[in-house]
Nanobody, 123 residues
């Protein structure tokens, strides 16, 4: 069994930056895909970034492209989301997810999921 715990959320002014961290523990096997999702109040869950650890391949939602960067540490125990030039519309709860053999666009289809960290962007 694997646990995923997000950290690094908080409140920031528009234009500011935050770095989120997703720390895995428990099962030490290989994940095919790791991703960040977010859900804003009253909105559907959105996948904002995904990374395939084996190749380093990344993909971003259009809404965050060129502002967010997803990365992983050398030991593949921490997944990061560097968020720059934050906007009020980035306000959401951010979740980490990981899958063994696929890369789902839907958070609920990911077997391994964290409980989220809140990001608030406001002046």
């Amino acid at each position: 069994q694997v646990q995923l715990v997000e950290s690094g959320g908080g409140s920031v002014k528009p234009g500011g930056s935050l770095r989120l961290t997703c720390t895995r523990s428990g099962w030490t096997g290989h994940f095919y895909c790791m991703a960040w999702f977010r859900q804003a109040p009253g909105k559907e869950m959105e996948r904002v970034a995904r990374l395939i650890p084996g190749s380093g391949s990344t993909n971003y939602a259009d809404s965050v492209k060129d502002r967010f960067t997803v990365s992983i540490n050398a030991g593949k125990t921490e997944l990061y989301l560097q968020m720059n030039n934050l906007k009020p519309e980035d306000t959401a709860t951010y979740y980490c997810a990981a899958e063994i053999d696929s890369c789902s666009m839907k958070f609920t289809e990911c077997i391994n999921r964290g409980k989220g960290t809140q990001v608030t962007v406001s002046s």
